[in-house]
Nanobody, 125 residues
């Protein structure tokens, strides 16, 4: 049974930082691209960024480029989302996903093979 478990969410002041983790089990982690999505209150889920199988390639949505960094540790089956210079508009439930693809295709939810349950990030102004 595949499980993706996010952690690290919480309340942070604007301008602050937070690191999310997503621990995977039940799958061959290194064979999946890992993706972060988020769902702001009252809005649809949106793509945040993705990291390839080896961790050497990443890409992000424009609104987080330069502020967020995705990394992975294949030995620990864990992917991370380092978030800096947080803004109130970053408030959302953050989800990790696993996909067998690694291209622009994984900007869409339909490309995910597995999802985590999400972790809430609240950025206070």
């Amino acid at each position: 049974q595949v499980q993706l478990v996010e952690s690290g969410g919480g309340l942070v002041q604007a301008g602050g930082s937070l690191r999310l983790s997503c621990a995977a089990s039940g799958l061959t982690f290194s064979r999946y691209a890992m993706v972060w999505f988020r769902q702001p209150p009252g809005k649809e889920r949106e793509f945040v960024g993705a990291i390839g199988w080896s961790g050497s390639t990443t890409f992000y949505t424009d609104s987080v480029e330069g502020r967020f960094t995705i990394s992975r540790d294949n030995a620990k089956n864990t992917v991370y989302l380092e978030m800096n210079s947080l803004k109130p508009e970053d408030t959302a439930v953050y989800y990790c996903g696993a996909s067998q693809y690694f291209s622009d295709y994984i900007r869409g939810e339909h490309a995910m093979d597995y999802w985590g349950e999400g972790t809430l990030v609240t950025v206070a102004s």
